[in-house]
Nanobody
Framework: QVQLVESGGDLVQPGGSLRLSCAASGFTFSNYAMSWYRRAPGKEREWVAR?????????NYAESVKGRFTISRDNAKNTVYLQMNNLKPEDTAVYYC??????????WGQGTQVTVSS
């Protein structure tokens, strides 16, 4: 079955960096676009970044993270990453990876907590 397992969340000071990972299984990873979302306390889940399928996937970012976050993928490892630099307190959230398969079904991981605080 499809599984998405996020890791890498932590407590970090403002201006710091983190790299999140999402290990995927149960589907042909290289064939699908992958996305990161986040849910901040008391807020709706919001889309963060997306990378298309294939080895040189194209990327898109929410305006709030553009220039600070980088999404990438390693198809040999079935893993998608989110490199987050210059973190701000407003980046505090649970971060989720997501895939939507050809069936139309959407899958989510359990999430990883990122806390930006001094």
């Amino acid at each position: 079955q499809v599984q998405l397992v996020e890791s890498g969340g932590d407590l970090v000071q403002p201006g710091g960096s983190l790299r999140l990972s999402c290990a995927a299984s149960g589907f042909t990873f290289s064939n699908y676009a992958m996305s990161w979302y986040r849910r901040a306390p008391g807020k709706e889940r919001e889309w963060v970044a997306r990378i298309t399928s294939g080895a040189g996937g194209s990327t898109n970012y929410a305006e709030s993270v553009k220039g600070r976050f980088t999404i990438s993928r390693d198809n040999a490892k079935n893993t998608v990453y989110l490199q987050m630099n210059n973190l701000k307190p407003e980046d505090t959230a649970v971060y989720y990876c997501n895939v939507v398969l050809l069936t139309g079904r959407s899958y989510w991981g359990q999430g990883t907590q990122v806390t930006v605080s001094s």
